[in-house]
Structure formats: structure tokens, C-alpha cells
């Protein structure tokens, strides 16, 4: 998403552009492909979803949008539960109707925690939605995808969900939603007309050729790779993604993604692709469980690990950049080691190409 927003903004300006990627195809992580009619996604479910009209005007030059509202649910040892968490999840979890009984008893389990100043993701946790939910609905999910205990972990990972007195399980806080119609891939493919694009082609192994040809380069791979390590390494999550083609069933799990929360199911999410597509009638369906776990060299990396000790890793990096390499450009969840969303990263890579190019 960044490299093709900042190539298509360079190309729109006139510049000479070169746009490579080590793998086999465009489009990073939000590639989708047409399985039986359906659109998987091959690297993880994307939901766009902003509240930024402008990018959301900018991707809709590129692909048209349906209307899916993303919705999942949580799967606790059996037990479904509504999320983001709002009243559904409180009255299935406590028989609460109200707003009020519902404040009531997380006040009531904030109270007892003693937590007044939450310094972690476990307290910032429990004093948003209580004990129950942060035991049933956060602390297993939390564990199995970032590997570390919640008081390990900072709180503004939790922040990222809403928690809702009204009966509404909109997961996102986003005036704009959707999934493109025609897949995730034609995105990226419309922002990269008439632009040369090269696959299979890894930075690493021509560094010097690109670095003596490019006035200016754009990477959005990891900033730790790119100085060799040099500092030491930045730690990331991977995924592992299963997915079965299950021609003979039209309806897997009834919903696109199902989260499971407890800690002993090994995969942290089912998707099942066709629900993306409300409305969508193809026999057949294609679901990817996914697996989450510690970032080794030659894996991919899905998720920057934003505690303490790797931000600041990452500002000794951007020092070293600085230094080292000032024609070189470090952008997206890789290159700024930052946990973005498409809108967001969006936005930074119009931002970043805007004062490069103005
Ligand atoms: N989370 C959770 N239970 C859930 C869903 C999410 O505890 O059922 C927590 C978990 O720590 C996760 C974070 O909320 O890392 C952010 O979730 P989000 O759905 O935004 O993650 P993404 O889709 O980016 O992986």
C-alpha cells in the first residue's frame, strides 16, 4: 500500500519510477486472489475501513467498495460472543440489559482489580471491560497472537477496539467500510498503471545497483534488515496462514471472521472468505485458520512488537538513517515499525509523497 501510493504519486509527477518486490506477485500483504469465484486473502483479512474522506476519496479512484461492515465474533471454548465489545457481549456474558447494569458491573470488577492508573494491556484491559470479558474475550487471544503475557504488552493495543453501551457490533469506529468487489489486488494494480514493475526481485541481492541508480529510494521493508542488523533486531510476529478449499460446503462458519479467544485452540482466527462478499452466491468455500508466532530471520514479518525496548531500537535505527542513508525513504508498518492500518498508512504515504514531491 505504500510503496504503490508513493510510486503512483512520483509517476503523477513526472517522475522516472521503478517499483521491485521480492515476491512472486504486487500488492504486499493485502494481495487477494480469485479462488472459485471467491476473493482470498492470501496474507490475513483487510476490512478497509476510515474516517479520513480524503484517502477514503483516494481509494475509491482505484476500486469500488461494497458494503461489508465487519462484524466478527469471539468463540470462547464454545461460546460465541458479539465484538467489538458492546451490549450484546455484555448481556450474553452477565444478563445485563441496561447500559447502566452493564457500567455497573465493570465498575463493580474494575474496582475490585485496584487498578486507578492502567500501566499495561492486562490493566488497560480490565478497566475498560472487567474481569470476565478481559479472562474469556482478551487474555488468550492476546497471549497466542503477540506471545508475550498482557503486562508485558502495551496498552494501546487494546485501545485499538471500541467498548460500546449501545447494541452495535460495528468493529470499527469508521465513517467509510468496505471490501473492494473486485478483490484487494486491483487496488494496487490500478495505482501501478503505466508504471514498470518488477517481482521476484529482492532489494538485497542488487542493494548497489538500485542505491547508484535511484535519486531516491522508498523502502518498506524492515529498517533492521536494510542496515544489516547492524544494531541489533527488531522483534516482529509472524503469521502461518492454513487454508482449506471445502468444495462440498457453501457455509462454513456463517461469518467472516471468528476469533478464538481461549488459549488452547492453536490458531487465533477462522476466516471464511465468501462473507466478506454479503449477498455472494458461489457453491463451495475456501476458510484460512491462522497461526501466530515469534518472528525468526527469513520469516515473513506481519507485526511490529511496539514495547520500549524496540522503539527505541527503532529511533537508533532512524538515527543511523539518517546518517547513513539520506536518500533513502523508510515508510509503512515494516520501514516506521508501527502497527498501521491501510488508512492510516495510506495517509502517511500521500503525506510522505506530497512533501517529497511539492
Ligand atoms: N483482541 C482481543 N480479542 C479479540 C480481538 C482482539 O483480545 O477477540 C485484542 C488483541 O490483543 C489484538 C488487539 O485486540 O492484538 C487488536 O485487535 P485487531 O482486531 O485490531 O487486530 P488485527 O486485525 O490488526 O490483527
Known amino acids: 500500500m505504500t510503496g504503490a501510493i508513493f510510486a503512483h504519486e512520483a509517476h503523477e509527477r513526472g517522475k522516472s519510477v521503478l ?24 496474507y490475513g483479512p483487510h476490512v478497509f475501513h476510515t474516517n479520513n474522506k480524503e484517502v477514503w476519496e483516494f481509494m475509491n479512484e482505484f476500486t469500488e467498495f461494497n458494503r461489508y461492515t465487519s462484524t466478527p465474533v469471539a468463540n470462547y471454548n464454545g461460546e460465541i460472543y458479539s465484538l467489538p465489545f458492546n451490549m450484546l457481549t455484555f448481556n450474553k456474558m452477565w444478563g445485563v440489559i ?28 480490565i478497566s475498560l471491560v472487567g474481569q470476565d470479558i478481559y479472562e474469556r474475550l482478551i487474555k488468550g487471544y492476546t497471549e497466542k497472537q503477540w506471545g508475550r503475557p498482557c503486562k508485558e504488552l502495551p496498552a494501546f493495543i487494546i485501545k485499538r477496539l471500541p467498548v460500546r453501551f449501545i447494541y452495535d457490533n460495528n468493529y470499527f469506529n469508521a465513517l467509510y467500510q468496505g471490501v473492494p468487489f473486485n478483490g484487494f489486488t486491483e487496488i494496487i494494480s490500478n495505482m501501478l498503471k503505466n508504471i514498470e514493475v518488477k517481482t521476484e526481485c529482492d532489494f538485497f541481492a542488487d542493494r548497489k545497483f538500485f542505491e547508484d541508480n535511484a ?42 471472521v471468528m476469533n478464538y479467544t481461549d488459549s488452547k485452540t492453536p490458531f487465533t482466527r477462522c476466516i471464511e472468505h465468501k462473507h466478506f462478499y454479503p449477498g455472494l452466491e458461489v457453491s463451495g468455500t475456501v476458510i ?25 531500537l527503532y529511533d537508533a535505527y532512524k538515527n543511523l538513517a539518517r546518517e547513513k542513508a539520506p536518500n533513502v525513504i523508510f515508510a509503512g508498518r515494516l520501514g516506521e515499525y508501527k502497527y498501521y492500518d491501510m488508512d492510516v498508512a495510506a495517509a502517511r504515504a500521500l503525506e510522505i509523497s506530497s512533501a517529497e514531491f511539492y
Request: charged share 30%; no cysteine; net charge negative.
Open 98 to 125: 441496561t447500559p447502566e447494569e452493564a457500567r455497573a458491573k465493570i465498575d463493580e470488577q474494575r474496582r475490585a482489580s485496584g487498578i486507578v492508573e492502567p500501566r499495561n494491556l492486562e490493566e488497560q484491559a
Open 19 to 42: 517499483v521491485i518486490d521480492k515476491r512472486k506477485h504486487i500488492a504486499g500483504n493485502i494481495f487477494t486472489e480469485n479462488i472459485n469465484g471467491i476473493h482470498v486473502h492470501t
Open 288 to 312: 484460512t485458520r491462522e497461526y501466530s508466532s515469534e518472528w525468526r530471520a527469513g520469516d515473513e514479518p506481519y507485526y511490529p512488537v511496539n514495547n520500549e525496548k524496540n522503539n527505541a
Open 215 to 256: 535519486g531516491k529510494i522508498i523502502f518498506t521493508g524492515q529498517i533492521d534488515e536494510f542496515f544489516g542488523y547492524e544494531l541489533g533486531t527488531l522483534e516482529y510476529r509472524t503469521l502461518k496462514f492454513e487454508t482449506e478449499n471445502l468444495s462440498g460446503v457453501d457455509n462454513f462458519q456463517g461469518i467472516a
